[in-house]
């Protein structure tokens, strides 16, 4: 690999491995797609290139090393925060505001010297680069959106639970229909409405 590239910062918290690009309209932060994490750990040298295209400039790579990078144990998956289904996920992503595409490759020596989600192959993969601010703030906001429809489905259920309680110790109601008190049967002996 040449040296003349020019070196990417990276920091990791947990899963989560921010990418730190300088252009010319100022830096941008994006998240490495975590299905790439364990196979940058497991690569070796830890030395790979990004090839990084921002909409509207010429590709450009860079040189990152993940020496310290560490891996995540597949165990940790169901301790994470899950925002919902694959579905939801992917329908959440496209919200977001594509500022271009990346890919990683590692030396001219190796057959497959591309990374995917699967691990290294012989084609490119590209990854979307998205300002890890609206990925974040969008996400929150996704969260609390879920959250407040949990919340409001539990209500109703609660609600729908207390009035068949209701109905259920109820000896008399009163008929939907013709509005006479009657017993609490599946017909008013009324009117013969179902009730």
């Known amino acids: ?24 309209t100022g830096e941008i932060n ?3 797609d975590k299905s790439l994490l364990n196979h ?6 830890k030395v790979v290139l990004f090839h990084i ?6 590709e450009q790579t860079y040189i990152v090393d993940f ?13 994470s925060v899950k925002i919902g289904e694959k ?17 990683i ?10 990374i995917s989600e699967n691990g290294w192959q012989r084609q490119r993969k590209y990854f979307n680069v998205y300002n890890m601010q609206e990925v974040e703030f969008k996400t929150k906001l996704h969260v ?17 639970k207390k009035e068949e309680k209701t109905k259920k110790k109820s000896k008399l109601v009163q008929c939907k229909s013709c509005g006479e008190i009657i017993p609490n049967l599946p017909a008013c002996p009324y009117c013969g409405v179902n009730q």
């Open 1 to 24: 690999m040449a040296t003349d590239y020019t070196r990417l910062d990276w920091q990791q918290t947990g899963t989560e491995i921010t990418i730190k690009l300088q252009t010319v």
């Open 30 to 32: 994006f998240l490495l």
């Open 40 to 45: 940058l750990v497991a690569n070796s040298p």
């Open 53 to 58: 295209e921002i909409t509207g400039q010429k």
């Open 67 to 79: 020496e310290n990078l560490i891996s995540i144990p597949s165990t940790v998956s169901f301790l």
């Open 87 to 103: 579905k939801e996920v992917d329908t959440l992503e496209k919200t977001f505001t594509p500022l271009g595409k990346y890919c």
């Open 105 to 114: 490759s590692r030396g001219e020596s190796h057959y497959n010297k591309h």
């Open 144 to 160: 609390a959106e879920a959250e407040k429809i949990k919340a409001e489905q539990a209500k109703k259920k609660e609600i729908v």
